[in-house]
């Protein structure tokens, strides 16, 4: 038999009532890279293909349920939930850090309820921490049989032979966002209570388990899951083989194999309302014990008028890449419109204050062809001249912007038979050979440990680590 259920992570819902047009809401947009004013729209959109397929009787939502803690915004995002349950469905959700407001002194947390009105953003009436279980409780824990009342972890059946814990892992809603030592052994007990059981189990929390890039984790550690070595550990000596993630708002599929050939996945989730958009959909087989996990989009948003665009390309026009790439045009022809285009991504008083020295400068980033780099590492990137004479004629910009323009929806572009690998990587491995001579402290530094520059690029070139960020096939 196949088991099938949905997973949506990082909605950061924002209800109707909760702005009015201006620069606060269209500025936390940019800010935060979400499409906010289209979540009530782009979730539906997504409800309705979940509805669509009658073998699915669950939706996983992975937390930062809402923008920023308010309850104008759960209260709405919970009506859509129950649209859901009313039809039969199981909604089950974790909350993060975006769905409480900070208490000061009693947590890092760093976000606080608001509603965006024309001039700026007033104080809206809050949800805190410790009112977020009994807030989503019919959102999982009710269905659950464990739950872990510090923490809103819960374990509960998905199907015959397939168990879920959904751990949340508030922590202190920034520099620790994890169990406790309470909930670390709760986690444990819960795994083996299911294996005794005869049950396969999957884990879904918020933080990545597995940066999405080496880099990430070295730049930026405390945005992992906390105590990630030590769910590494679990997961490998237990045999847990999936874990499902969100916070990074980036589509990446990554193994972990420790000393001993132990592995597991992570599979994080692009964010709902960022990037491409997209949710996974999970296909258990309960003889094999196969898990199946392919990616869905959506094509148009309801209730929104996107003129014209489909959901993706809108969504994209909102993420910083994709303001740059819909301005560029202008550059030349309608200095104006294009420091309105690219504002939040560029210093937009600089360019309004020194106009002909940025357009300078735009505009030779805007001439540069793809020759350019390729003489810069023809020592290392085993092109001939005439391909590199061929290059004269392709911008370097737009390839550029192809690789950024991958980030959050995953799958970078180019594999190592392109001609964009072979210039964009001779560029890295001459630095990389210029740092291995003169050892250039500061540089060093910028890298994860016993990685190149090359290491670093060639991550965000291609998915050199599964295959592929939108689906795999994991042996229970
Ligand atoms: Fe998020
Ligand atoms: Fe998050």
Redesign the pocket.
């Known amino acids: 038999m196949k088991y099938t259920f949905y997973l949506l992570t ?1 909605p950061h819902y924002l209800a109707p009532e909760s702005w009015v047009e201006g620069e606060p809401v269209n500025g936390r947009e940019r800010g935060d890279q979400i499409a906010l004013k289209a979540t009530p729209g782009i979730f539906d959109s997504f409800a309705e293909k979940f509805l669509a397929d009658e073998t699915a009787d669950t939706l996983l939502i992975t ?2 349920l809402v923008n920023a803690g308010a309850v104008t915004d759960h209260e709405s995002f919970k009506k859509r939930l129950d649209a859901l349950k009313a039809k039969g469905k199981r909604v089950w959700v974790t909350t ?3 769905d409480y407001s900070s208490q000061g002194g009693r947590d890092e947390n760093i976000f606080g309820a608001v509603r965006y009105i024309e001039d700026r953003s007033e104080p809206a009436e809050s949800v805190y921490k410790t009112e977020l279980l009994p807030l989503y409780y019919d959102y999982g824990p009710a269905d659950a049989d464990s739950v872990h009342e510090e923490s809103g972890s819960y374990s509960a059946k998905l199907c015959e032979g397939l168990r879920l814990i959904m751990i949340n892992d508030n922590g202190n809603g920034r520099s620790f966002c994890g169990l406790f030592a309470d909930g670390v052994k709760w986690l444990s007990d819960e795994i083996d209570k299911a294996q005794n059981a005869g049950e396969k189990v999957i884990l879904a929390v ?2 990545p388990v597995i940066a999405p890039w080496e880099i990430y984790r070295h730049v930026a550690d405390f945005e992992m899951y906390g105590g990630y070595k030590d769910l590494s550990r679990l997961m490998c000596e237990k045999g847990v083989r999936v874990i499902f993630t ?2 990074t708002h980036v589509q990446n599929i990554r193994k972990y194999e420790d000393e001993n050939g132990n592995y597991f996945y992570d599979v994080s989730t692009v964010a709902m309302g960022s990037a491409c958009g997209k949710m996974r959909k999970i296909t258990f087989d309960t003889e094999t014990k196969v898990l199946d996990v392919t990616s869905i989009g959506i094509e148009t948003i309801k209730g929104l008028d996107t003129g014209g665009k489909s959901a993706s390309e809108y969504i994209y026009g909102l993420n910083f890449i994709g303001l740059l790439e819909n301005s560029l045009p202008y550059l030349r022809t309608d200095w104006n419109r294009f420091v309105d285009g690219v504002r939040g991504l560029l210093p937009t008083d600089q360019l309004k204050a020194h106009p002909a020295l940025w357009k300078k400068a735009l505009k030779s980033a805007d001439n540069l062809k793809m020759s350019t780099p390729a003489k810069f590492g023809k020592k290392y990137n085993g092109l001939g001249k005439e391909e590199i004479k061929e290059l004269k004629s392709m911008p370097a910009l737009p390839e550029i912007i192809k690789v950024i323009k991958h980030i959050y929806p995953g799958n970078g572009p180019f594999g190592p038979d392109t001609v964009q690998y072979k210039v964009f990587t001779g560029v890295t491995r001459r630095v990389d050979h210029i740092q291995e001579k003169l050892h250039i402290k500061k540089l060093a530094e910028l890298l994860p440990e016993g990685q190149t520059l090359t290491d670093v690029l060639v991550s965000f070139l291609y998915n050199d680590r599964t295959g592929d960020d939108d689906a795999i096939t994991i042996q229970l």
Do not use: E, P, S, Y
Request: glycine share 20%; net charge negative.
């Open positions: 990082d937390g930062d993060a850090t975006h918020h933080h969100g916070h």
